[in-house]
């Protein structure tokens, strides 16, 4: 697609010739890599080269070429000693079976985490890139201030579009207005199916640079034409060709489609937008979008711009700030500032506090990029603590190798290439993992990701990555046991060695042991604060009754104009024993109005109020609870101007007699009939909106159903779908559970939690695996000491607690270091929500007293082994 | 000594350097064994069998000039020296003999 610049072999692998390539070769072999390239690509064309190049460039990579003295005699052996050097790595793995298992099952499943952590990483930083423009898109929102407040919304009205066309024109290079991504009903002949698509202006294919696989991106100038998704296109029409064909939606108009474009991919904003609709037919067919035209306050709509490419967003924000205050005289007192949003930050920095940008969702990316490297760094420092810990049993391995006459580089090589072995292992192993997690991974955090098997650069940097951590981990053993000198390891001097490498070598053991349980018990810690804190919230009352609640969504004309008759039906079939329109679904208020005024109002307050239109039997089928007054009832006529408000509209109206007061609204009195419990809108975590219900069938948008609760859900569902399809012939019938709308609610949470639980179990089974290790170690280190502890009388007891309680102390100090920091940062994190709870000290005594016992279990089995262990046998061979 | 060791892939080099006298270098040898055997030839590998013969004093090089086509990098020309020579003539000879004493029972 993209257009081929030039003939250029691969530049990073000129790069990695550079960086190896000795001075004096560097000109022959550059040369001649030059000279192959241009003259495979005449002959096999570009691909083949730049592979053949790549491969060259790595058949360079030979000991003999990389002398850097031009007259040395190159060592024929080389590759022979690294035959032998990885023999011998082969052995040493096949011998100590224990730690080689430890080792590599410990670094793989560091090595899935961060693999797994940086795909998901990488996806999000990677979000909308889909988009050509993507540098140069933003959407315009604005910040405005109520009771001294700024609040920052997204919504714009819907004049601002055309005074940015006409004051502005030059800084931009496209337009559009679109409307929210909604669901809509399409259907084609008999097919009939629920997707989501905007109406967009036409200037929106171009922006969002659509690929058009059939047809043309024109047809949004027309207003009754229509582009698809690939796969919609797909759904309504099979294999037919569908350009010129005919589809009707929402059972209202009907379109011709005149385009189909390449499905959205899954890590866009628009990736729901599966079909697009002209926006002079949304204006035309819809009286409130068309009295908005003209209309300041209205801020219900989305606009989008792309910026011309001699301007930055910041200078165009500059010029269009005061774009509303101007037009609209009675706005200015909200102080509304227009501002544009680059599509580049929409995606991790999309939060406002008070006019400012906070950190957004791009903390989730650094919190879990941290936990990520902390997992990984577990798993290399047990690496690390194996591989010191034994390092000093081969002492005299190194000891006679050197007497027989090894160089210390060759030491060194073989050091190493048995560590870059174990990585190799461990990398190949996590990749599996990975491979088998992907599913399930992406199935807790809402993505698509696959792992990209194909792109030789992340092969690149994997195969870097496990040869830094090899290399890293084999360096202690690589460098310090190559130093030693043979006269004073073979001459037995046991002690002396112990105390060339013991003494400070198990200091830094133990500071790693220390590191390590601190950061699992700071996960742990933070995963039961996460999953407390859910829980918390599915506690809190919830004001209605969920369960047995189904509501419909009333899309379509047809349900619009339902009548007693479908009602009569619907209770006929035995299935449904209430239902109730409302203009909101159960657990949300989607409108506010702010022109309320009752007695006792303070002038300068705002009176924004949550609305909701409601039935007469709405309070009967949600079962909501009256705590004050009484619900509406068709035996009051006159409960047409009749208000039931909620316990937090009571508490912000400041009402101490809420029952019997006349609020203002509309120029008319409504008088306050009833107080109910709060019902939780929005999210659980938040306080509950003050909202008012009114009698308003006209502005019912859903409908409610309280099923029996003696039937099935199943049952209920197949006999209620016949009488949606008397009186709605034109859409599927679509449904959805309160209950599970309501958990919704919680699934960034519950995502936060399950991959937060995930990892603190991670990091505790790597933790406990070096733990094991290292204890097996000291256990086999101290076998002579324990014989003779035991000849002389000692009780397997008090062999057990001598070997633990080191172990204990250094999960103690790591207790100790971690509490506080677990605090700080979950303190912080639950200052985001106002429903939440304290974090309490049995969630620290919890972990530290499970810390001990697993740190106990773990350590145990070597103890009790090496206590056991007949004496005899240890002390025999001296 | 009894003659000194050739392998298989530094005899190709060898006579690859000896077709392209006095224009054989790294990249020439490399489309020499291409062209003429038909199999993929890694650079690194004969830059490392031309090195080899260097040192066991076959062949024997010098600078030579610079091309446009690389990238105006110069290169190191090689050439076949008398004990090069002698070294294939004996392969040759070595193999001849051995032809000859195959039985033509051998190729039933």
């Keep these: 697609m993209s257009m081929p610049k030039q003939n250029i072999p691969p530049r990073w692998a000129t790069w990695l010739l550079q960086c190896f390539c000795p001075a004096h070769r560097a000109n022959e072999m550059e040369g001649d890599l030059t000279e192959l390239f241009e003259m495979r690509v005449k002959l096999s064309g570009l691909r083949q080269a730049r592979w053949r190049y790549v491969q060259d460039v790595f058949s360079l990579l030979r000991p003999s070429l990389l002398k850097s003295k031009p007259d040395a005699y190159p060592n024929p052996s080389h590759t022979d000693m690294l035959r032998t050097y990885i023999t011998i790595a082969f052995r040493n793995l096949a011998k100590n079976r224990t730690y080689s298992a430890i080792n590599i099952v410990g670094l793989s499943v560091g090595m899935t985490t961060a693999i797994l952590i940086g795909l998901w990483m990488w996806d999000e930083l990677s979000y909308n890139q889909y988009h050509h423009h993507y540098d140069r898109i933003a959407r315009v929102m604005q910040h405005q201030s109520y009771n001294g407040t700024t609040s920052t919304t997204l919504a714009t009205p819907l004049p601002m579009r055309a005074a940015l066309q006409s004051e502005h024109a030059g800084e931009f290079t496209h337009i559009a207005s679109s409307s929210w991504t909604e669901d809509h009903i399409l259907s084609a002949g008999e097919k009939k199916i629920s997707r989501k698509g905007n109406c967009v202006e036409p200037d929106f294919p171009s922006m969002m640079s659509l690929r058009i696989i059939k047809g043309t991106a024109t047809g949004l100038d027309n207003p009754s034409s229509a582009l698809l998704s690939a796969s919609v296109a797909e759904a309504l029409f099979g294999g037919e060709d569908p350009i010129n064909k005919t589809i009707r939606v929402d059972s209202k108009d009907y379109f011709k489609v005149t385009g189909i474009y390449e499905d959205l991919p899954y890590n866009t904003e628009f990736r729901d937008v599966t079909f697009l609709l002209p926006w002079k037919y949304f204006l035309a067919e819809t009286p409130w979008v068309k009295r908005s035209e003209t209309n300041w306050s209205n801020n219900s709509f989305l606009l989008l711009v792309q910026i011309a490419p001699n301007t930055t967003f910041e200078k165009v924000s500059a010029k269009i700030e005061k774009i509303k205050a101007r037009h609209a005289k009675e706005e200015a007192r909200f102080d509304p500032k227009a501002f544009l949003h680059p599509m580049s930050r929409w995606h991790l920095h999309s939060e406002w506090e008070n006019g400012a940008a906070v950190r957004g969702r791009i903390q989730f990316v650094w919190l879990f990029g941290i936990i990520g490297g902390f997992v990984l760094l577990l798993a290399c420092i047990n690496f690390m603590n194996l591989s010191t810990a034994r390092s000093q049993k081969r002492a005299k391995e190194v000891g006679v190798r050197k007497a027989v006459g090894s160089r210390r580089s060759q030491l060194i090589a073989q050091f190493l290439s048995e560590s870059i072995m174990v990585a190799m292992f461990a990398f190949v192993l996590g990749l599996l993992m990975v491979q088998v997690l992907l599913p399930w991974f992406n199935h807790i955090a809402d993505k698509q990701i696959t792992f990209p098997w194909g792109d030789h650069q992340s092969w690149l940097i994997g195969l870097g990555f496990t040869f830094v951590t090899g290399i890293l981990a084999g360096s202690y053993p690589a460098l310090y046991l190559s130093g030693f000198r043979p006269v004073k390891v073979l001459t037995g001097a046991g002690a002396s060695l112990r105390m060339q490498a013991g003494r400070f070598a198990a200091l830094s053991r133990q500071t790693l042991v220390i590191v390590q349980f601190t950061v699992s018990i700071t996960l742990v810690i933070g995963t039961l604060v996460v999953l407390g804190q859910i829980r918390h919230a599915k506690n809190r009352p919830v004001g209605f009754d969920r369960s047995g609640l189904l509501s419909v969504d009333m899309n379509t004309p047809d349900l619009l104009a339902t009548s007693r008759a479908f009602r009569h039906d619907l209770l006929q079939t035995g299935a449904a024993i209430n239902l109730a329109k409302s203009s909101s679904p159960a657990a949300e208020v989607w409108s506010s109005d702010a022109s309320f005024s009752w007695p006792g109002k303070d002038p300068a307050q705002l009176g924004d109020l949550g609305t909701v239109g409601i039935t007469h039997e709405y309070g009967r089928t949600v079962n909501w609870q009256i705590r004050e007054g009484r619900d509406f009832s068709p035996d009051f006529p006159t409960d047409s101007l009749a208000m039931v408000i909620n316990e937090s509209a009571a508490r912000f109206m400041g009402l101490k007699e809420a029952v019997g007061t006349r609020v203002q609204w509309n120029g008319a009195a409504y008088t306050i009939i009833g107080v109910v419990h709060d019902i939780i809108t929005g999210s659980p975590f938040m306080p509950v909106q003050p909202a008012v219900f009114m009698l308003r069938e006209d502005w019912a948008s859903f409908i409610h159903i309280r099923l029996n609760p003696a039937l099935t859900a199943a049952d209920a569902i197949s006999k209620l779908e016949p009488v949606f399809k008397k009186y709605n012939p034109g859409s599927p019938f679509e449904y959805k559970f309160a209950s599970e709308e309501y958990d919704r609610k919680f699934r960034t949470e519950e995502r936060i939690g399950q991959l937060a639980t995930t990892f603190a179990s991670l990091a505790i089974f790597i933790s406990c695996l070096g733990l094991f290790g290292l204890a097996s170690f000291f256990a086999e280190q101290r076998r002579k000491e324990i014989g003779i502890r035991k000849v002389l009388g000692a009780s397997v007891a008090s062999l057990w607690k001598m070997l633990s309680k080191d172990f204990l102390i250094l999960v103690t100090i790591a207790c100790l270091v971690a509490m506080p920091i677990a605090y700080y940062v979950m303190h912080d994190w639950l200052q985001h929500y106002t429903y939440r709870i304290t974090i309490s000290w049995w969630i620290f005594a919890v972990t530290i007293f499970g810390a001990m016992v697993i740190t106990l279990i773990t350590v145990s089995f070597q103890a009790v082994k090496a206590a056991l262990l007949n004496p005899v046998k240890s002390l025999q061979n001296e | ?108």
């Design chain 2, 1 to 108: 000594m009894k003659g000194t060791y050739l392998g298989e892939f530094e005899e190709v080099v060898l006579l690859a350097v000896a077709i392209r006298t006095g224009d054989a270098y790294g990249a020439a040898v490399v489309h020499e064994i291409e062209q003429q055997l038909g199999r993929t030839v890694n650079l690194g590998a004969v830059h490392t069998a031309l090195y080899r013969l260097e040192e066991k004093g076959l062949v024997k090089s010098e600078m030579g000039g610079a091309t446009p086509e690389r990238g105006g990098r110069s290169k190191r020309l090689y050439v076949v020296t008398a004990a090069g020579r002698r070294a294939l003539e004996e392969i040759r000879q070595l193999r001849n003999q051995m032809w000859e004493t195959i039985p033509k029972i051998a190729w039933s």
